[in-house]
C-alpha cells in the first residue's frame, strides 16, 4: 500500500529486500500517490508468525524475506489442507488498513464487500 499512498516503499521493506525491491523516479512517485480505483484484498488464509532471526543468514527470497517461522495454532478452523480460518483476522486487519491508511481507505471500507468465503459449514 505505501507505493501507492506514499509514492515508495516503506524503510523497512527496503532494509530486507534489499535490490530486489524496484526504485522508482520523482516522477513515477508522484504518479503512484492515490493512482487506484478500487482495492481488492484476496484473503485465504490465517497464521500465526514468531521471529526468525536465523532467516537473516539465508538468501532472501519472497518467503524468507519477512524473518518469521509460519505456523497455525488450535484457534484456527482448518478447512482445507493448507486454508485455517480464524474469524477475526480479516476484521483486524481492515482494522490495521484504516488507521495506516485513513485518508484512501475510508470510502472503501464503506464498501466494503466479502464475495467468497472457503470456510465450510460449522
Known amino acids: 500500500m505505501d507505493p501507492l499512498t506514499r509514492g515508495d516503499y516503506p524503510e523497512s521493506m527496503r532494509s530486507l529486500v534489499k535490490s530486489r525491491l524496484p526504485k522508482f523516479t520523482k516522477e513515477q512517485s508522484r504518479l503512484l500517490i492515490n493512482s487506484f480505483d478500487f482495492l481488492g484484498i484476496n484473503y485465504y488464509t490465517a497464521n500465526y508468525v514468531s521471529d526468525a532471526p536465523e532467516l537473516r543468514n539465508v538468501r532472501g527470497n519472497y518467503i524468507t524475506d519477512s524473518l518469521v517461522n509460519f505456523s497455525c495454532k488450535q484457534a484456527c478452523l482448518i478447512t482445507y489442507i493448507f486454508i485455517y480460518v480464524y474469524m ?23 464498501q466494503l464487500c466479502v464475495t467468497e468465503n472457503p470456510l465450510v459449514k460449522m
Not at 490495521?96 to 464503506?110: G, Y
Open 88 to 110: 477475526l483476522n480479516l476484521r483486524y486487519i481492515i482494522y490495521v488498513l484504516n488507521l495506516i491508511f485513513v485518508t484512501c481507505l475510508l470510502f472503501l471500507l464503506l
